[in-house]
């Protein structure tokens, strides 16, 4: 992130599905220190976020915090769906337990018809992903803690960094492998 | 006004406050003088004529400002003037004030002294020496003032013989907070000293430290000294205090004076020495023992307080040990006569020394051999006489070095104890053998024979020794047994008769000595607390280990009903473990810490390890050490808490108590090898079982358990290429061959498939098409991205033999039973999770499948019946115990969601079946919106597996939706949105190809949408 912020837009930090401490320890230590800091302006969760602990975490982070309802938050109450403009970018977030099938791309076209976002945000798959399909970008950050999903074999630890300017979008995808980070970038068009 | 200084009535606080008057007026006198130009005199002449003041003090004063300047004049040489002031300043005995003009003096001075490199030794006013002489004459001329402050008690108490008692202490109270409050005067001058240019390591070690220990002893004031060796710890560099440690930590324990309080020294001393440590690791002179330095002193001052303690409890250990002496009576108790009923008492204590016989002075031979604190002359001769004797059995142990158990009753001569100690050896010896047969150790032998059952304790204590020498493991866990029943046993006798006499002595008397003395153990817990952690950032964890001899020797020593005393152990004993994780429980006499913690505290001691094992960063994790660790934490567990009951305000606590536990739980599962893991995830589960926390904890355990399944499921891969394929290359290699492989099992890999799109995309491969599933491509993809996630975790597979694979086939029907059995009994607590969690282990169940099918020997014949009764039984739950409509909804979308994506074994009967379970108990729900919904949804379980496809399910789905829109709509026109997502349902059905849709149906849907919306 060596670009200066003006330049590169507003930073959107999407991530969700921690599951902990339910089904693992928490966020690996390497993403800790990447998220402390104060330069992301909007948080999206696709929910599971598990404890109250990494509900604190994510509200610490920026001020404008949107969080969907996950399959397993049965202990808070978000909502289910969530559409928001950030820029000139229009964008709606499920956690995608909903949409059948899970994380089909098609059903999830289907299902924000009623929003007509130019970007969709789901998660529950626990594998990151960005698509792009009939002009919308589809956008899964994958769990955050790496947490265990049952037809998963090896899930990793993974979130995204949307860097929204004027009418393109940067999007990191960082990855957690053996302790160290692995970012990966890539360019968005409207 | 400088005359007012004379006063003696003013308190050091407000005598402090007119100093500061008078201070601030000289200031203009002193730039008065300074400034040549505006007196026009010689220096030489003022300070002649100053001397010709009237009274002492002011004329002091004004002598120190005029010499001030004198100095800076440079006209004569700095260090006679000072040596002069000095001097002269004695002419003041009187301590409050002589205090504060040794204060003025340093104070006006600190700029004019020759030190090392500053102007005035350039100019021949003398060196550092002579800086250092000055400052530490006016420190010693200081403490002599500051200790005859005490004489005023002495007078007045003389003189108030007959007044009230009270009077006297508040007197006394009084004056030893006054003389507390200038200890700052007194302390500046250290301060100064250690701001010296001059004062190197080297000034320090060799002059400075041994001229303020010299001065300080000839002051015979435990408050005095007590305030100045903290002083010293504080003031001077921390590599100075490195490199003078020895001189240090003799002074300090050489001090007798029962006023000094050690434990506060050595707190801050270790501290810093901490802090040091962890700011600059590397730095640290390696040739500096300081494990060993502060251990042999440690040593001494544990036995100082023991002692301390046992003769505060004299009477009661007395009647402890006659009693244990008669009962057993193999001695007589004839001989002894009242002083060696206090040297019986010491004895019992432990007497812990370093034995300074031995040579050793490495790191690893630190040997602690337990001497009876009689004569040192009978200490010695007890050595010499048994070194032979003993070191020839001892050696047999491997023992090397270790002196004799020597801890033993009084009124025995040394031929007597030969003896014993020979019998102790003997004894050592049939306890190995016995265990060698039988793993058992022979406490209860030991306790049925008179004999050896008098020796109960000595061979106690033997154990602890050779515990602390001795390298094998074998021995090693035989012997903390051994201590821990001899402890316990021990600890019982001591504390019934503790009691006993308790009850009998006078008891005000008896409280003040014991609250005395339990903040003795307390402070001395805290010193060691500090050492252990110091030695942390210091050493390796062999080194480390050692350390827990030293709070062990307390805490068999002490009565542990205490809860300070608790807290104190508990802290020392968390410490580690916030270190080195588990590896703690490697340490020599840790267990036995731990076990000696009292019943109360067990619950607490639970909960600060396992806070502490999340802290920790060394995560390693052995299984032997997991199944030890609940040893001693399995008390949390069996608390019972009814988090149902409206007046239970823990809940909070018992909340964040799970996580921590879950947490915990992670940590020790965090293991790559899956025997391990499975052995301590049972483990877990089984001291789980029984308590209130299971309800709460299983959720986690099956999904660590579903992990493991998965884990096993993979094994799979790469037994299937190598079986296909004779040899293995790299992981690209995998593409071609499992293209074809994969084929084979098209359903089974269905998972995969579903996978393999988001991967697909992921590449930036951004086909619009490429959720259809079931091309070769993917396969292809999918197949080189499951090998290429675990390639890794192949080569950890690679011996894996068909015994072994037999032997995971076992783990995971056991993990199937166990998580069914478990998960009935909870159902009705959380049926929510219980549902998901019943078809999360439906969908293992599932993919195990391909872990049969890869190994045909295996024997796994009704995982298909397994799979669909983790599918019926949520079913169940859905109809007993979840009520709410939003969760009900909530409910069959899920089971749709995992229904249709991710179980594929069921015969299609059987998946009819629960589809239409599910369809059924869509229709059912409340709210027309959310029957409609539902039903939608449902329509997919008939359509996203090509197995059990089947348009016309679909179709009818869609119709039962339509009926019940259109019988909505008679009785309420809201509902007519639906139609839209109707429509929706079959746009997607029609796109996909569903060819039952017909174009008619289709055509009036969008007509009566259009009608309604436009």
Not at chain 2, 165 to 182: C, F, P, Q, R
Not at chain 2, 246 to 269: E, G, Q, R, W
Request: aromatic fraction near 10%; include cysteine.
């Amino acid at each position: 992130m060596g670009e200066k912020v003006e330049d590169i837009g507003e930073f959107v930090l999407i991530i969700g599905d921690f599951h902990s401490p339910m089904r693992n320890l928490g966020l690996p230590d390497c993403f800790k220190d990447l998220l402390k800091t104060d330069k992301i302006k909007h948080v999206l969760c696709t929910g599971n976020v598990g404890s109250s602990e990494n509900l604190e975490l994510l509200k610490n982070i920026a001020d404008s915090v949107h969080i969907a309802q996950g399959d397993m938050d049965d202990n808070f109450n978000f909502p289910e769906e969530i559409s928001l403009n950030i820029g000139n970018f229009k964008i709606a977030l499920t956690h995608g337990h909903q949409i059948i099938p899970w994380g089909d791309v098609n059903a999830l076209m289907h299902w924000q018809k009623k929003y007509d976002s130019d970007i969709i945000i789901y998660g529950h798959t626990h594998k990151n992903s960005i698509t792009q399909y009939e002009g919308k970008y589809f956008i899964n950050p994958g769990s955050a803690t790496g947490a265990f999903q049952p037809w998963v074999t090896k899930p990793i630890p993974s979130f995204i960094l949307m860097a929204i300017a004027q009418n393109s979008i940067v999007v990191y995808v960082y990855e957690e492998k053996n302790g160290k980070t692995k970012v990966e970038m890539s360019e968005l068009h409207k | 006004m400088v005359c007012e200084l004379r006063t003696s009535h003013l308190s050091p606080k407000y005598y402090y406050e007119l100093y500061m008057l008078v201070f601030n007026e000289l200031q203009h006198l002193d730039n008065f003088i300074s400034d040549k130009k505006k007196h026009k005199k010689k220096i030489i002449d003022i300070y002649e004529s100053v001397q010709h003041a009237g009274n002492i003090i002011p004329r002091l004063y004004l002598l120190i400002i005029v010499g001030r300047n004198y100095i800076k004049n440079k006209d004569i040489k700095a260090k006679y003037i000072l040596k002069d002031l000095t001097e002269l300043c004695k002419g003041v005995q009187h301590p409050l004030r002589g205090l504060f003009l040794r204060y003025f003096l340093i104070q006006m001075c600190k700029d004019r002294i020759p030190d090392s490199g500053s102007e005035y030794e350039e100019a021949g006013g003398g060196n550092i020496d002579d800086a250092f002489d000055f400052l530490l004459t006016n420190f010693y001329e200081s403490l002599k003032l500051w200790s005859r402050m005490n004489e005023k008690i002495k007078v007045n108490s003389t003189l108030a013989k007959m007044a009230d008692e009270n009077i006297i202490n508040n007197n006394k109270i009084k004056i030893l907070k006054d003389k507390m409050d200038v200890k700052m005067l007194v302390g500046s001058i250290l301060v100064r000293m250690s701001q010296l240019e001059g004062m190197t390591k080297q000034y320090y070690i060799q002059k400075c430290l041994p001229k303020i220990l010299n001065n300080l002893f000839s002051i015979n004031d435990g408050l005095i000294q007590q305030y100045i060796f903290e002083s010293i710890v504080q003031v001077f560099s921390d590599e100075c205090h490195i490199y003078s440690l020895p001189t240090l930590l003799n002074a300090i324990m050489k001090t007798d004076n029962s006023l000094v309080d050690f434990k506060s020294i050595l707190i801050t001393l270790l501290k810093r020495l901490r802090c040091f440590v962890e700011s600059n690791k590397l730095d640290l002179p390696k040739e500096i023992d300081i494990f060993n330095l502060f251990y042999d002193h440690l040593v001494v001052y544990v036995n100082k307080t023991i002692n301390v303690y046992g003769q505060k409890n004299k009477n009661s250990l007395n009647m402890n040990v006659s009693d244990y002496m008669n009962s057993n009576s193999s001695h007589n108790m004839h001989n002894n006569n009242s002083n060696n009923f206090i040297t019986t008492t010491t004895t019992t204590t432990t007497t812990v020394n370093n034995n300074n016989n031995n040579n050793n002075n490495n790191s690893d031979n630190n040997n602690v051999v337990i001497v009876p604190n009689q004569d040192i002359e009978t200490i010695k001769k007890n050595q010499n006489d048994l070194k032979g004797s003993s070191n020839k059995n001892l050696s047999e142990h491997e023992q090397t070095g270790v002196g004799p158990p020597a801890f033993h009753t009084s009124g025995i001569n040394i031929n007597d104890y030969t003896n014993n100690s020979n019998i102790i050896n003997k004894d050592y010896q049939n306890d190995i053998r016995n265990s060698k047969n039988n793993n058992n150790n022979n406490i209860n032998q030991n306790s049925n024979t008179p004999r050896h059952s008098n020796l109960n304790i000595d061979s106690h204590y033997t154990s602890i020794k050779s515990n602390g020498e001795n390298k094998n493991k074998h021995n090693h866990i035989l012997l903390s047994n051994n201590n821990s029943n001899n402890n316990n046993s021990y600890n019982n006798s001591y504390n019934n008769s503790y009691n006993n006499s308790y009850n009998n002595s006078i008891r005000s008397n008896k409280i003040i000595n014991e609250e005395e003395c339990t903040q003795n153990i307390v402070k001395m817990l805290q010193v060691i607390y500090e050492f252990i952690f110091l030695c942390i950032q210091l050493y390796d964890d062999i080194t480390i280990s050692k350390l827990f001899i030293l709070p062990y020797t307390i805490v068999s020593n002490v009565n542990m009903n205490n809860d300070i005393i608790n807290d104190e152990v508990i802290n020392i004993i968390v410490l580690p473990f916030q270190y080195l994780g588990l590896n703690t429980l490697k340490g020599n006499n840790m267990q036995t810490l731990l076990n000696s913690i009292n019943e109360k505290h067990k619950k607490k001691l639970g909960f600060c390890i396992i806070d502490a094992i999340i802290e920790c960063k060394n995560k390693t994790i052995a299984y032997e050490e997991v199944e030890n660790i609940f040893n001693f934490i399995y008390h949390m567990f069996h608390e019972q808490i009814n988090i149902y009951d409206v007046f239970n305000f823990e809940k909070n606590t018992f909340y964040s108590n799970c996580e921590k536990l879950c947490k915990f739980y992670h940590i020790i599962t965090n293991i790559k090898d899956i025997d391990t893991k499975y052995n301590v995830c049972m483990l877990f589960l089984k001291h789980v079982k029984n308590g209130s926390y299971l309800i709460q904890l299983l959720p986690t355990i099956i999904f660590s358990l579903l992990n493991i399944v998965n884990t096993i499921s993979v094994i799979r891969m790469y037994n299937f290429d190598k079986s296909g394929r004779s040899h293995i290359g790299d992981s690209n290699n995998y593409d071609g061959l499992t293209n074809v492989s994969e084929k084979k099992e098209d359903n089974l890999l269905y998972e995969d498939v579903t996978f393999n799109n988001e991967m697909n995309h992921n590449d930036g491969n951004l086909d619009p098409n490429s959720h259809h599933q079931n091309t070769p491509e993917h396969h292809e993809y999918s197949e080189k991205i499951n090998s290429n996630d675990s390639a890794t975790d192949y080569a950890t597979f690679e011996n894996i033999d068909d015994n072994k694979i037999n032997h995971y086939n076992l783990y995971v029907k056991n993990i199937f039973k166990c998580i069914h059995s478990n998960l009935l009994l909870v159902k009705s607590d959380i049926p929510l999770l219980a549902f998901k969690l019943f078809f999360y282990t439906a969908v293992a169940v599932n993919n195990y499948n391909q872990f049969i099918v890869a190994h045909p020997f295996l024997c796994f014949n009704n995982l298909e019946a397994i799979c669909y009764e983790f599918i019926t039984q949520p079913l169940i739950v859905y109809e007993d115990d979840i009520n709410k409509t939003t969760q009900q909804f909530n409910c069959i979308f899920w089971a749709v969601g995992i229904l249709s994506s991710y179980i594929s074994i069921l015969e299609s009967e059987s998946y009819d079946n629960v589809a239409s379970k599910l369809t059924q108990n869509a229709h059912k729900l409340l709210k027309k919106k959310d029957q409609c919904l539902s039903l939608l949804c449902c329509s997919h379980l008939y359509w996203e597996n090509k197995k059990y496809r089947n348009s016309k399910k679909v179709i009818e789905c869609l119709q039962k939706c339509l009926k019940t829109v259109e019988n909505s709509l008679l009785s309420n026109q809201d509902s007519m949105f639906l139609f839209l997502y109707i429509l929706q349902k079959y746009i997607y059905y029609y796109e996909a190809e569903n060819l039952e849709i017909q174009i008619d149906t289709l055509n009036n849907l969008i007509n009566l949408c259009y009608d309604n919306y436009i």
